[in-house]
């Protein structure tokens, strides 16, 4: 079992910046890609970014160049710092971690940009 916790999320004004964290625990070994995904009021949940154990990262086209993954393997912790943030961004967001075929999602943390 793998558990995700994020932190990091609020109420930001339109181009401003945020960083979310999510600390993974438990059997965390043999994880092989980490990921944020973002579900807004009535959407579906989407990729906003991703990164693999080899460090290859890809991005929703809706984020690119605006939001930046990372990974700090000592602390077991994957980040997503935000930059430019526009109100179309106002989503939860959820980090989910991907080990032996099966995928586990942390609880979400809110990010609203308004202002």
């Known amino acids: 079992q793998v558990h995700l916790v994020e932190s990091g999320g609020g109420l930001v004004q339109p181009g401003g910046s945020l960083r979310l964290s999510c600390v993974a625990s438990g059997s965390i070994f043999g994880i092989y890609a980490m990921g944020w995904y973002r579900q807004a009021p009535g959407k579906q949940r989407e990729l906003v970014a991703s990164t693999t154990a080899g460090a290859s990262t890809n991005y929703a086209a809706s984020v690119k160049g605006r939001f930046t993954i990372s990974r700090d393997d000592a602390k077991n912790t994957v980040y997503l710092q935000m930059n430019s943030l526009k109100a179309e961004d106002t989503a939860v967001y959820y980090c989910?971690?991907?080990?032996?075929?099966?995928?586990?999602w942390g609880q979400g943390t809110q990010v609203t940009v308004s202002s």
């Open positions: 989910n971690a991907q080990r032996s075929g099966q995928g586990y």
